[in-house]
């Protein structure tokens, strides 16, 4: 499964900076995303940063890994704690994936 983890910029370097997040520390590739200051938090796959994210997105996303984790190991008491944000709103389609609308 291929899974992008959000970290926090600590060291920024230019085109890389050092990270944290739950797989520890690690140097990031900033090539997509540009430089970015410390603080920034950052979605990544693979050793490269693919979005720059909000502090409330990294929180989301780390609640939702900890939930799959959990049902992993058999434990679904919390999870719907763990998805609330998605809970609390109609889901909807990406624009790339909704239908066209037909001409006349």
């Known amino acids: 499964m291929c899974i992008a983890i959000p970290m926090q910029v600590v060291e920024p ?8 997040g739950r797989e520890g520390r690690k140097l990031i590739d900033l090539a997509l995303v540009g430089p970015q200051p410390e603080g920034a938090w950052l979605l990544t796959f693979l050793g490269a940063a693919r979005e ?35 809970i609390s709103r109609t889901p909807e389609l990406p624009e790339h994936l909704r239908p066209k609308e037909s001409l006349p």
């Open 13 to 20: 370097l230019g085109d890389t900076a050092w990270c944290t």
């Open 52 to 86: 720059v994210i909000t502090a409330r997105a990294a929180t989301d996303i780390d609640r939702a890994l900890d939930a799959l984790a959990a049902v992993l190991a058999g434990d679904t008491a919390g999870i719907d704690e763990a998805f609330a944000d998605l």
